[in-house]
Nanobody
């Protein structure tokens, strides 16, 4: 059974930082490209950052220079370090695993990040 479990969300003040974690099980982790998406209330889910199975990363323009995605293939985990947070970063953040070799894709249940003073 495939599971992606996010953690690390919560309430943070503008300008603050938070680190999201996603632990996976049931997949051969290094066969998968990993990503973080977010969905704010009333908005569509959007890609925040992605990291390939080879380690190449890319970011949405809105988070470049503030967020960093990383992965630990030994621990089957992906992280999102979020710095200089803004109220517009408030959203549910979802971990995504996308097979590099097939059409298989999996999602976590999401973790909420609220940026507010």
């Amino acid at each position: 059974q495939v599971q992606l479990v996010e953690s690390g969300g919560g309430l943070v003040q503008p300008g603050g930082s938070v680190r999201l974690s996603c632990v996976t099980s049931g997949i051969t982790f290094n066969w998968y490209d990993m990503a973080w998406y977010r969905q704010a209330p009333g908005k569509q889910r959007e890609l925040v950052a992605a990291i390939g199975n080879g380690g190449a990363a890319h970011y949405a323009d809105a988070v470049k220079g503030r967020f960093t995605i990383s992965r630990d293939n030994a621990k089957n985990m992906v992280y999102l370090q979020m710095n200089s947070l803004k109220p517009e970063d408030t959203a549910d953040y979802y971990c995504n695993a996308n097979s590099h070799y097939s059409s298989r894709q999996y999602w976590g249940q999401g973790t909420q990040v609220t940026v507010s003073s």
